[in-house]
């Protein structure tokens, strides 16, 4: 690398190399293989290889261009199949096995082999990755990271600078969007701002613009599975076997849990009696993936849904009916595959209702009559079920802390281990400390999330954060509350049960105080005002080793009918309707969660049909703005819908408030759009056609699907239409 004349450019600062990292140049969480600026190897076209520090964002831009790299080229491993053919992996091959799989399959009444493609999918976070590091006295530091997970950019910057974690200081205000993007990769764009503030002693701000960020940052894995189904003439599966492969990129980030998922959601909501999953972590010199809201689950349902529906095409049935037909038992057939019981089973529920409500049966009907009478645009119509694990498969990441202080006049500040992210949990958990209180929202003040207050925190992740960060500060509200109580107790004379918080007053017996006043009160006979909460989540256990165990505190459920149109000779596709019903437990906001549905619904749609990654043959990233790169917009919203959250079913677990879960699970609702364009597609081949429809369903991949669901029928469709012409 000559990096002189980037030196040299007008308004430089300074540039900094795998060299000036004073500590590990490293920001690898689970393992240690993520070079925050490649020395001597580049594994990806698009890694850093330094970093330019100058006057301007404009100065350096232009001056980072300037630098003179040569490489030697090396082989290089682009997709999955070329990594399963040369047997890299980033981590082990884990397989989870029930049952008799093969024997059952040689038995089995009737058999399916396919293969099952679903593409990957970049964050597009409104806000890119971002942050500022600021030299603090004593060799301290204090970043400000637009991160999920403060606590690892902390534990990062501190091994790059060669500092201990009592150094350095990470907060978040709030993140433009995160959806598991800003999990492990801020650590990288934290620790070379810190670097750069270490080596000039100077403020640095980092921001990658969006074609650096989707060039160089993680995204979402994209799967393949071979699959091999026995099952019965009324559609009950047998045995299944899968080899589940994922491209993981070149180092390990979190594929290990994310392939994890994804093997332990491959059940959804059916019960896999007899079943094997292989599930390889390619290594591919791509940049290395990573969280994406849903975190592997998502992949995993993709393939049993295209299964499910595959049984219900070659038995010439309703897949509604297969899926029913499969479904967990409330009663029996109610282990999944890693062995946890299957508790507060509301699938049957859910998907009676919606099926109901959505006229799922009727027009079902009008669908096959129009498609009857219209060659071009097929419609297709589909119910998917959702059942998502809710916990880290890491039992250990289950924890929460949170710290609250209570001012004299009243007020309260709340911090806790989250981040916020748009997903609304600062208001939520603000919400649970008013409460604990009997105060107005507006008495609670939120303060970023830091380091330096609420230490050791776990990622805002696996859609956990309301239940763990909403105990955390109820505890420490209560024991604050608790100090209050007895103080008035002994003030007024009357007992625990005489006291009461609500509506911002103290109620003790007959007397009443406002809730500043008894404060004020206490402060005076100096009773502390100030807690940390804690909060653990029961009943979870998991070994990683055997894959057994009871990785879930619960499931959250849901269930939507998605019907859309599909142009036959452009191979676009419109969503026509949605109809969803989604499990929240006794849900904190309401408003919030339907804003969580709706959104993680249409993110979901995005990814399965129009956002695609794709990789040139020297396995540079093309797609790399929104230009080529197609995020769904409001006007993909369906022009019908509905939308509803699940009354009446409180958490059976003892969550906070009894509520759910919402951050992750409705993305793969949008598993039903998929299977509806699938449907619309079948209908243009023979009776009993199975479409080979990849995800996602771009206009491309649906026109390649028609050339091939029935070639005969394709032929005869065309020649009917040039008839029609003709007349
Ligand atoms: N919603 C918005 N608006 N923005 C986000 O970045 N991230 C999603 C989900 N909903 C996200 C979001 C992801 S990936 C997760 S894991 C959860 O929110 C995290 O927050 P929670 O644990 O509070 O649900
Ligand atoms: Mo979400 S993928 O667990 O950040």
């Not at 980072?64 to 981590?91: F, H, Q, S």
């Not at 609250?404 to 006049?409: E, I, L, S």
Request: charged share 20%.
């Amino acid at each position: 690398m000559d990096l002189a004349p980037v030196l040299a450019s007008a308004g430089v600062v300074a540039v900094a190399t795998a060299a000036d990292v004073p500590g590990e140049n490293n920001y690898g969480s689970a393992v240690h293989d993520d070079p925050i600026f490649a020395a001597g190897l580049v594994e990806y076209a698009g890694a850093p290889l330094f970093a330019v520090a100058a006057a301007t964002y404009g100065a350096a831009r232009a001056a980072a261009r300037r630098a003179k790299v040569d490489y030697e080229p090396l082989p290089a491993i682009l997709d999955i199949r070329a990594a399963l053919a040369a047997n890299t992996t980033v981590l082990p091959t884990q397989r989870l096995v029930r049952g008799r799989p093969h024997e059952v399959l040689e038995q089995a009444p009737h058999r399916l082999k396919g293969t099952v493609r679903v593409g990957g999918q970049d964050h597009f976070y409104l806000e890119g990755q971002i942050a500022i590091a600021l030299p603090q006295e004593d060799g301290g530091m204090l970043v400000h990271s637009s991160t999920q997970h403060p606590s690892e950019v902390q534990q990062i910057v501190a091994h790059a600078l060669a500092r201990r974690a009592n150094q350095v200081t990470v907060q978040c205000r709030r993140m433009g969007g995160g959806f598991g993007g800003k999990e492990t990769q801020p650590a990288l764009i934290a620790a070379a701002a810190a670097v750069m503030a270490h080596k000039t002693g100077r403020p640095i701000k980092l921001r990658l613009d969006r074609d650096t960020d989707m060039v160089m940052t993680g995204k979402r894995h994209d799967f393949l599975a071979d699959y091999d189904v026995g099952f019965d003439s009324s559609g009950r599966i047998l045995a299944l076997t899968v080899m589940l492969a994922s491209r993981c990129g070149y180092s390990a980030d979190l594929s290990g849990p994310v392939n994890d998922r994804a093997m332990m959601h491959l059940d959804n909501a059916y019960f896999l009696e007899n079943v094997e999953i292989i599930s390889h972590r390619c290594k591919t010199h791509t940049v290395s993936n990573t969280a994406f809201r849903g975190f592997g689950g998502p992949q995993g349902m993709v393939v049993i849904e295209q299964i499910v529906d595959s049984i219900a095409r070659v038995l010439g049935m309703d897949p509604l009916v297969v899926r029913r037909r499969n479904f967990y038992g409330t009663h029996d057939r109610n282990v999944t595959h890693y062995g946890q019981v299957v508790e507060d089973n509301l699938v049957h529920l859910l998907v009676d209702r919606l099926a109901e409500s959505a006229g799922y049966r009727e027009r079902r009907k009008r669908i096959a009559e129009w498609n009857a009478a219209q060659p071009i645009v097929r419609r297709g119509i589909a119910l998917t079920p959702v059942k998502f694990g809710i916990s880290f498969t890491a039992t250990m990441f289950n924890q929460a802390g949170a710290l609250v202080h209570v001012y004299t006049d009243g007020t309260v500040l709340l911090n806790h281990g989250g981040t916020e992210m748009g997903q609304g949990l600062f208001t939520k958990v603000a919400q649970v400390v008013a409460t604990e209180f009997g105060l107005p929202l507006a008495a609670i003040r939120v303060s970023a999330t830091d380091t330096s207050k609420v230490p050791n925190t776990s990622a805002t992740a696996a859609s956990a954060s309301s239940d763990l960060n909403g105990k955390a500060a109820q505890a420490a509200a209560q024991a604050i509350r608790g100090r209050l109580t007895q103080f008035v107790c002994e003030k007024f004379s009357v007992g625990e049960a005489d006291v009461s918080f609500r509506d911002g007053l103290v109620f003790a017996g007959p007397q009443k105080l406002t809730f500043a006043e008894l404060v004020g009160e206490a402060y005076r006979a100096r009773v502390s005002l100030s807690s940390t909460g804690f909060y653990r989540t029961p009943k979870i256990e998991y070994d990683k080793n055997t894959l057994r165990g009871r990785p879930f505190f619960y499931f959250a459920y849901g269930a939507a009918v998605s019907e859309v149109a599909v142009d036959t000779l452009t191979g676009e596709t419109q969503l026509l309707r949605v109809d969803i019903l989604h499990d929240a437990g006794r849900s904190l906001n309401p408003a919030i969660d339907l804003g969580q549905v709706e959104g993680g619904f249409l993110q979901g749609v995005g990814w399965l049909t129009s956002e695609e990654l794709w990789w040139n043959e020297q396995g540079e990233l093309r797609t790399h703005a929104p230009s080529t790169y197609k995020i769904p917009t409001a006007r993909d919203w369906p022009s019908h819908w509905s939308v509803e959250l699940l009354e009446g079913r409180p958490n059976s677990e003892e969550t906070i408030y009894r509520s759910k879960a919402v951050g992750e699970p409705p993305l793969m609702l949008a598993i039903s759009t998929l299977m509806a364009i699938r449907d619309a597609i079948a209908s243009c081949g023979s009776d009993r056609a199975l479409p080979d429809l990849t995800a996602p369903a771009t206009p491309e991949a649906v026109l390649r699907c028609l050339e091939n669901v029935d070639a005969g029928t394709i032929v005869y469709r065309v020649a009917a239409v040039d008839a029609e012409a003709d007349a």
